[in-house]
């Protein structure tokens, strides 16, 4: 099970929005949304068994954990929506006229990947756990819901979706290229978003492809 690194997944909190049902966020002043999946949450046995093959020793101990219900985004957030927040940050530097905030430059921005990711359908990468903070902060501004990254027990449950298996599909691997991206199946490249099936929740890529950033402090 994947759970941290360089990509953005979002979620929502109980209380802006009806319970039990999905939403579709609509980006003002773009033709960009974001599609919403409700998760009830409750409890759910967080980590892996240690006789799990290819497991790693920070995957345990096994523990129940007590989630309250939230929203998750069915994607990763592609790099047609983060550069709406690039821009908007461009813009103001722009109207201010002042010096290059560093704080926001360096850290709330991107580094643009070398080879051409940052193209419209593909997940933002090489992002810092700051930044991807501040562009929920800058949607939640923008759309008056409240956003945030998912804690790490959040993305788990996200992708188990309801099982306590190896992958959400199973134990056996053999069902990872109708599910996920990996070095073999993807020629060593990060693809669109979207192209293998969901998992049983309706979430898409959370097995492969590229990593999630999450809410909460990593400590093995």
């Known amino acids: 099970m994947k759970c941290l690194a360089l990509i953005l997944l979002i979620s929502a909190t109980v209380g802006q929005r009806v319970d039990g049902v999905n939403y579709v966020e609509i980006v003002d002043g773009s033709n960009l949304q974001i599609n919403m999946v409700y998760l009830s949450g409750g409890e759910y046995v967080m980590g892996s068994p240690t006789k799990e093959r290819g497991r790693n020793k920070d995957e345990g101990p096994k523990h129940t954990v007590s989630l309250s219900p939230f929203w998750i985004s069915s994607y990763e957030i592609t790099w047609d929506l983060y550069e709406l927040f690039l821009n908007k940050i461009d813009q ?23 080879v051409n990711y940052n193209q419209p359908g593909h997940p933002v990468i090489n992002i810092t756990q700051y930044g991807a903070s ?28 309801s099982t306590e298996t190896t992958y959400s599909f199973g134990n056996s691997g053999r069902k990872i290229n109708q599910f996920g991206w990996y070095k073999k199946n993807s020629g060593g490249k990060l693809q669109k978003i979207g192209l293998k099936s969901p998992n049983a929740f309706g979430l898409y890529d959370m097995h492969g492809n590229a990593a999630e950033w999450v809410l909460d402090n990593y400590d093995p």
């Open 134 to 161: 501040q562009f929920c902060k800058w949607l939640t501004a923008k759309t008056g819901d409240y956003y945030r990254l998912p804690t790490e027990a959040e993305w788990e449950y996200a992708c188990r979706s």
């Open 92 to 114: 103001k530097r722009v109207e201010n006229r002042g010096p290059i905030n560093l704080d926001i430059d360096g850290i709330s921005g991107a580094t643009v990947p070398y």
